[in-house]
């Protein structure tokens, strides 16, 4: 059973970067799957943000893409989201998720999440 | 992309049948059979209950299943059980912009 757990500050500034990292065990992410994230603001529906291959790959939310960077380090079995000039609309729990498909759609299933972390855009 | 669309809310009594609708478009859940139904309770992340329209991961009751007509994907769970009460979230593949992933606005499963 793959683990996944976010860390990151919960608190950024207006206009700063928020920054998230997804640490993954047992399993490698130099592996099959997709690796990616997924917001929820409080008391709303939920947001896919984007997703990376171990090859570099990746795919993001249209409406994000000109903000998030989405990276991996195989090396510590790690990956990161990185979202920039965040305003309190970016106010969510962030969830990191493994993604799988096949080469028709490689990432669109979310089949494992981590329990999320809570990040709070405030002055 | 808009958010493919969900009744805002569903309740059934313990042991009866509910159904949850998801709407999409001829680009998403029309053009694809790779819609996807999550659950999440309260204070906890959502967890994968069917995917590719029909199929259930291991673990996940029979009471679950899904379909697909058009471009309307259905959840159903019969023979409801306390525990079901949550809201449940469709999603589905699509290419409209680029290759992306998208969700319903979410359905809370009132067990009454």
């Known amino acids: 059973q793959v683990q996944l757990q976010e860390s990151g500050p919960g608190l950024v500034r207006p206009s700063e970067t928020l920054s998230l990292t997804c640490a993954v065990s047992?399993?490698?992410?130099?592996?099959?799957?997709?690796w990616g994230w997924i917001r929820q603001p409080p008391g709303k529906g939920l947001e896919w943000i984007g997703a990376?291959?171990?090859?570099?790959?990746?795919y993001y939310n249209p409406s994000l893409k000109s903000r998030v960077t989405i990276s991996l380090d195989t090396s510590k079995n790690q990956f990161f989201l990185k979202l920039s000039s965040v305003t309190a609309a970016d106010t969510a729990l962030y969830y990191c998720?493994?993604?799988?498909?096949?080469?028709?759609?490689?990432?669109?299933?979310?089949?494992?999440w981590g329990p999320g972390t809570l990040v709070t855009v405030s002055s | 992309q808009s958010a493919l669309t969900q009744p805002a809310s569903v309740s059934g009594s313990p042991g009866q049948s509910i159904t949850i609708s998801c709407t999409g478009t001829?680009?998403?859940?029309?053009?694809?059979?790779?819609v996807s139904w999550y659950q999440q309770h309260p204070g906890k992340a959502p967890k994968l209950m069917i995917y590719?329209?029909?199929y259930r991961p291991s673990g996940v009751s029979s009471r679950f299943s899904g379909s697909k007509s058009g471009n309307t994907a259905s959840l159903t769970i019969s023979g409801l059980q306390a525990d079901d009460e949550a809201h449940y979230y469709c999603?589905?593949?699509?290419?409209?912009?680029?290759?992306?992933?998208?969700f319903g606005g979410g359905t809370k499963l009132t067990v009454l």
């Open positions: 998720a493994r993604h799988s498909g096949d080469s028709s759609g490689y990432f669109r299933i979310l089949e494992s």
């Open positions: 047992p399993y490698s992410i130099n592996s099959v799957y997709y």
């Open positions: 990376m291959y171990h090859n570099g790959v990746s």
């Open positions: 001829s680009s998403d859940v029309g053009a694809y059979n790779f």
């Open positions: 590719d329209v029909i």
């Open positions: 999603s589905s593949y699509t290419t409209t912009s680029a290759p992306s992933v998208m």
